[in-house]
């Protein structure tokens, strides 16, 4: 049995979620027919983040084992063949045995898209967040200076969450303006349940007036939910780079040495 590592691209519109469950039809579960039919037996796969209903994704990465002979390198190929255009394999590696995808993670990026438009757009419906209402943006790209740093993001998770601390460190957050199309960047060790969404809210909600630009600076001191806007909605977010150590990749054992799970539970 060998250890293979793939990453997967989405587009999450049609389905509800990442993860297998019964009332809904989940990228985790056509993955592992398509692969199950590819490598002969039984596969069962472990994603690096659990991306919610409507959330897309550039970069999942994906483990599982097989005893299959295709080649490592070749399941793009073979997958591809298999499934839906909505769901595609852009890459796929041996990792070794002790190889997590979710548990040896060290940072991720997401991005969150908005059109702020008067109208709405036939062709981004499904990526976009459409906000009609202009937003005054310097007062949004203002309110991102309070988000870097390692901070107790309680008020940013929610309802619904596992994970077991709150504690986590964003590295970089920006907001870039293209003609009526914004877009938020943000990287840290880990996310909480709905955190960039929740940031994508608030920002919303201080572009048009509605919240100060200290906002997220009051959260962290209150850790209360009611401090910070809606949840935005899915359609806007994409999980777009999962990065791990190096040792993750040339240690036989590297999963032992993974002790605390505040990078892993209740992602986005």
């Not at 809904?24 to 592992?32: D, F, T, Y």
């Not at 991102?144 to 460190?169: K, M, V």
Request: some cysteine; charged content about 20%.
């Amino acid at each position: 049995m060998k250890r293979l590592l793939l990453t997967v691209e989405y587009d999450g519109s049609a389905y509800a979620g990442w993860q297998r469950q019964l009332n809904g039809l989940a990228v985790q579960q056509v993955l592992e027919e398509a692969l199950s039919a590819a490598c002969g037996h039984p596969v069962t796969v472990t994603g690096s983040s659990r991306t919610d209903a409507g959330v897309h994704a550039r970069m999942q990465m994906v483990h599982f084992d097989s005893g299959c002979t295709i080649p490592p390198d070749k399941f793009p190929f073979v997958l591809n063949n298999l499934l839906p255009p909505d769901i595609r394999v852009q890459a796929s590696r041996e990792v070794p045995a002790g190889f997590h995808a979710r548990f040896l993670t060290s940072g991720k990026t997401y991005t969150y898209r908005i059109l702020n438009n008067r109208h709405g757009s036939a062709l981004l419906r499904a990526t976009r967040w459409h906000v009609p209402v202009p937003l005054d943006y310097p007062s949004m790209r203002k309110a991102l200076e309070y988000l870097p740093g390692t901070h107790d993001f309680a008020a940013f998770q929610a309802s619904g969450g596992t994970a077991r601390t709150t504690i986590r460190t964003v590295e970089r957050a920006d907001l870039a303006a293209t003609g009526p199309e914004f877009t938020l960047t943000v990287s840290g060790n880990a996310f909480l349940y709905n955190m960039v969404r929740i940031i994508a809210g608030t920002l919303v909600e201080i572009g048009l007036g509605k919240r100060e630009t200290d906002a997220f600076s009051r959260a962290f001191i209150s850790l209360n939910r009611l401090d910070l806007g809606m949840t935005a909605p899915p359609c806007g977010l994409e999980l777009t780079e999962v990065r791990y150590p190096e040792k993750a990749f040339s240690d036989p054992n590297a999963v032992r040495w993974h002790e605390d799970d505040a990078a892993q539970s209740g992602e986005e």
